[in-house]
């Protein structure tokens, strides 16, 4: 799983983490049915691999940058870091 | 007015009291009562309020048949912490002072608090009654938190334990980018502050707007807690567009943004938690995800091979399926050729019979020669046999004939007579004297002449 984003379909890159999971979820069911085509199943399957790293990826985006809003006298909004 | 020897004035008991002029003793007066009271708590209902253009505020104060006037000056207003009405029972902190030029003396309020916990939770119930009536609350306003989100807003005080609960518990579970708006949560335009905040929140541009906004405070008593109570705070959480998590003080208190926010979380921690999901049981889910998409693509690709290797054995050797085929079209094949001869077959002898009735003119020639020579020969057979009985005949009849014949008596000696014209004479009578007869002998005939 060292493929960059870019390997991954635009319109699966596009998908929230939680709808990524969601139709991962749902191919899983599908595939376990057993029912499906073989060659529905294949890229359900391939469909599936690629949702799966796109998870991944999500989950590694896991920073915690700090910043505090700052409104200057004259209204303008800026950040800073936070420093508790 | 001075004071003036008692020319006019008929001497009384305790005449020697000293005398003040109005205006000292109205001095005297406003610094007795400003001394005294210069720090008073007093408790009353309000029973009448306005607010005047200048933005100090005029209330009575009344209890029974006493009445206070009082003022809180225009810089104080907004820090109240409530909005003084007609009816509410209140106490007023401040001082007292007097305004000579009515002789009449007010209390200048410097903060004011609903009297007592039962007034306090009436006012809250029917604040809350009114933005419920208004649909501030309603459960179709709700919208619903983001699954993960993007970054997080935080309104609430930069400093104490609750931002550092709430950073600390989102570290834990799942960390993300977090926007804190820096907010007085108690005192004095806390209650603007934290509107403001939500409101600027929702008014930053996209790239750096949270998704979801969490409004939080420590515990604290009531008093404390009121700005999440104010109408503003209320309204600007309804108007969110962003989702928002409130939780403001300990799980015990609730406050009026509780109902208008999305989610209420009992505590800044529990915001945190309801903010974000645990990292690892995702990576858990995702990892499950997965190693259940290999097994069921094999379990499926396994079912299918051996469905196939079923349906194979049931077909049984493709060579075995095709021999009796072929068998079959061998019988086919050779019930066709032998088929096609006999009909070739069949088809010959009809030419050939055809051909044998057609006859070469030759052969007609010879035919009718033939048939000519039959008839020729039947014709002299049948005329030989129609002849001949017919000959055998007529030679009897002939020797009978002659033996019949005159003529045959002839060579016996007879002689037959006849005259000229022929006629047999066989009288004398017809032998006229003189008339030439003929004279038939055997031999010949012999004219003669009857003599006379």
């Known amino acids: 799983m060292t493929k960059s984003p870019s390997s991954l379909p635009a319109d699966i890159a596009a998908l929230s983490f939680e709808d990524a999971l969601m139709e991962l979820e749902k191919l899983v069911k599908q595939l376990e049915d057993g029912k499906a085509k073989l060659d529905d199943a294949i890229m359900a399957y391939e469909r599936g691999a690629a949702l799966k790293r796109h998870c991944e990826l999500k989950l590694r985006e896991a920073q915690m940058r700090i910043e505090q809003i700052s409104v200057s006298a004259d209204g303008v909004v800026s950040t800073k870091d936070f420093t508790s | ?452």
């Open chain 2, 1 to 452: 007015m001075s004071s003036s020897p008692s020319l006019f004035d008929p001497p009384r008991a305790g005449a020697n009291t000293p005398e003040f002029s109005v205006f000292d003793l109205s001095t005297l007066i406003k610094k007795t009562v400003e001394e005294t009271f210069g720090l008073v708590r007093v408790r009353g209902e309000i029973s009448d309020c306005k607010l005047h253009s200048s933005g100090h505020l005029y209330l009575t104060l009344k209890e029974g048949t006493a009445v206070l006037a009082s003022v809180c000056w225009r810089g104080q207003v907004g820090r109240l912490g409530l909005r003084p009405e007609v009816g509410m029972e209140v106490v007023c902190t401040g001082r007292l002072t007097t305004f000579a030029g009515q002789s009449k003396y007010q209390l200048v309020i410097d903060s004011m608090a609903l009297a007592g916990m039962g007034a306090l939770l009436k006012l809250l119930e029917e604040r809350k009654k009114k933005l419920a009536m208004e649909g501030l609350f309603d459960a179709a306003r709700k919208r619903s938190l983001p699954f993960l989100p993007r970054i997080i807003g935080v309104v609430t005080s930069p400093t104490g334990a609750v931002i550092r609960d709430i950073l600390h518990r989102l570290a834990e579970r799942f960390p993300r980018p977090v926007l804190l708006w820096p907010v007085a949560v108690q005192g004095e335009g806390a209650a603007e502050q934290i509107a403001t905040a939500i409101r600027g929140f929702n008014a930053l541009d996209p790239a750096r707007r949270p998704d979801l906004l969490i409004v939080a405070r420590g515990g604290g008593s009531v008093e404390d807690l009121m700005p999440f109570n104010e109408e503003s705070v209320v309204r600007a959480v309804a108007e969110s567009k962003i989702p928002v998590i409130s939780a403001v003080g300990h799980e015990t208190d609730t406050t009026l943004i509780d109902y208008a926010a999305d989610l209420r979380a009992p505590t800044p921690s529990a915001a945190a938690e309801k903010a974000v999901p645990v990292r690892e049981n995702l990576q858990i889910q995702v990892a499950e995800g997965g190693n259940r998409l290999i097994q069921a693509i094999r379990r499926l690709a396994q079912d299918r091979r051996e469905r196939m290797h079923l349906v194979q054995r049931a077909l049984g050797d493709p060579a075995r399926l095709l021999e009796p085929l072929a068998q079959r079209l061998d019988e086919k094949t050779e019930r066709l050729e032998r088929g096609g001869q006999r009909f070739l077959e069949r088809r010959a002898a009809r030419v050939a019979e055809a051909g044998g009735r057609l006859r070469h003119p030759r052969d007609l020639l010879r035919l009718a020669a033939q048939r000519l020579t039959n008839t020729d020969q039947r014709l002299t057979f049948a005329c030989r046999t129609f002849l001949t009985p017919r000959a055998n005949r007529l030679e009897t009849l002939g020797s009978v004939l002659t033996h019949l014949s005159p003529r045959a008596v002839l060579g016996r000696g007879y002689a037959l007579v006849q005259n000229a014209e022929g006629q047999v004479i066989t009288s004398a009578a017809q032998a006229t004297t003189g008339s030439r007869l003929s004279i038939e002998f055997r031999d010949g005939k012999t004219p003669v002449r009857v003599e006379p």
